[in-house]
């Protein structure tokens, strides 16, 4: 279900027309954004890929979505897809779980990745997303 969406860009862009893809980070996280006086400096960019803006903005909620919702509205940019951010956070879930593979070699792992299983855990099949 999710496969073709992201091993494909004319599949993603038949599901989710109008949505495009640019040059993302990948792995954008708080923590990888470091506050210097010279302005905000960018972090861990082994995961830089081309992608939908939605993705790195997986899992930092509602408040940021609103945030940038407001901030593209603004700049006369594209708004989120509600569609897409279910898709991205369906995916990173995918990505904790695989990490749980590795936690016997990196038991801190299991640790840092439980605040997502248990919001699967809790949360809708596929975490909504509906193709």
């Known amino acids: 279900m999710l ?3 992201v091993r494909s860009r004319q599949e993603f862009e038949a599901a989710f027309p109008g949505v495009g893809i640019q040059p993302i980070h990948g792995d954008a996280p708080a923590v990888n954004i470091l506050t210097t006086p010279g302005g905000d400096l960018f972090a861990d960019f082994e995961l830089a890929t081309s ?3 939605e993705w790195d903005l997986a899992f930092l909620g509602a408040d ?3 945030t940038y919702d407001a901030a593209a509205r603004a700049l006369g940019l ?3 897809d509600d569609r897409v951010l279910r898709l991205v956070d369906a995916i990173g879930v995918l990505r904790s779980v695989a990490c749980l ?6 038991p801190m792992l299991a640790e840092a990745v ?7 855990r809790d949360g809708p099949f596929a ?5």
């Open 114 to 120: 439980a605040p997502v299983l248990d919001r699967w």
């Open 127 to 131: 975490g909504g997303f509906e193709r």
């Open 101 to 106: 593979a590795l936690a016997p070699q990196l």
């Open 78 to 80: 594209r708004t989120l």
């Open 3 to 5: 496969a073709p969406l």
């Open 64 to 66: 940021a979505a609103t």
């Open 51 to 53: 992608g939908p803006v």
